[in-house]
């Protein structure tokens, strides 16, 4: 089982409200994501990282900014939720060398 | 059309039966990653693949490179195989992987 971890996991929040979702991994991976999935859709990487310091956007655009100040550590922050910010929220992590991606139980967002 | 597609999108079987879940890209890949995600949202990784064929229990990954095709099978199914079975493809150009949409499968007892 992997040791990865989010929080909350389920978010109910009014319009204009900045919230950060939290993600931490214990498995030292050097490797984040955050993806986001509507229901029944699939999967899109907002945000990546490869290390301390470095964060990159992903392949869909997204409102929300990440930081990566430790190694285990992985946030995504939202300034302002709107309605359309509302989504599940994944993260994930993988080793430099492996690309196999273990993946947390996920953050339910719901922005009013 | 997308970089990944699956079929069927649908699949309800009865226990037992054997089940295939296919997957087709567009571009060349380096890996190719099957995932099982259940009613929940949690996801976990089954498979990774860049050429040849896995098994796992009851589970066995094909993959093949020139046909851009790979399959997932699943034999005796059970109740508890009930889950969405996603690929995912990281092409030779790219860092990340790029998902499919997903098969939602349903083995009734």
């Known amino acids: 089982e992997a040791d990865i971890y989010q929080t909350p996991r389920y978010l109910v929040i009014g319009t204009g409200k900045k919230i950060t979702l939290e993600c931490s991994q214990t498995?030292?991976?050097?490797?984040m994501y955050w993806y986001q999935q509507d229901p029944g859709m699939e999967l899109h990487l907002i945000h990546y990282?490869?290390?301390?310091?470095?964060?990159e956007k992903g392949d869909l655009s997204s409102e929300s900014t990440v930081s990566r100040i430790r190694t285990e550590h992985f946030p995504l922050t939202l300034e302002s939720a709107r309605p359309s910010h509302t989504s599940q929220y994944l993260c994930a992590s993988s080793e430099k060398v492996s690309d196999t991606q273990y993946f947390g139980p996920g953050t339910r967002l719901t922005v009013l | 059309k997308n970089e990944v597609e699956q079929s069927p999108q649908n699949l309800t079987a009865q226990e037992g039966e054997f089940i295939t879940i296919n997957c087709s890209y567009s571009?060349?890949?380096?890996?190719l990653h099957w995932l099982q995600q259940h009613p929940g949202g949690g996801i976990v990784s089954l498979f990774m693949l860049s050429s040849g064929k896995k098994k796992h229990g009851r589970l066995i990954a094909t993959i093949n490179i020139q046909e851009k095709h790979s399959s997932l099978h699943i034999t005796a199914s059970h109740p508890r195989d009930s889950a969405v079975y996603i690929c995912a493809v990281k092409n030779n150009y790219g860092q990340n992987f790029v998902f499919g949409p997903g098969t939602r499968l349903s083995v009734l007892p």
């Open positions: 990282s490869y290390g301390v310091n470095s964060t």
């Open positions: 571009v060349g890949i380096s890996a």
């Open positions: 498995m030292g991976h050097d490797k």
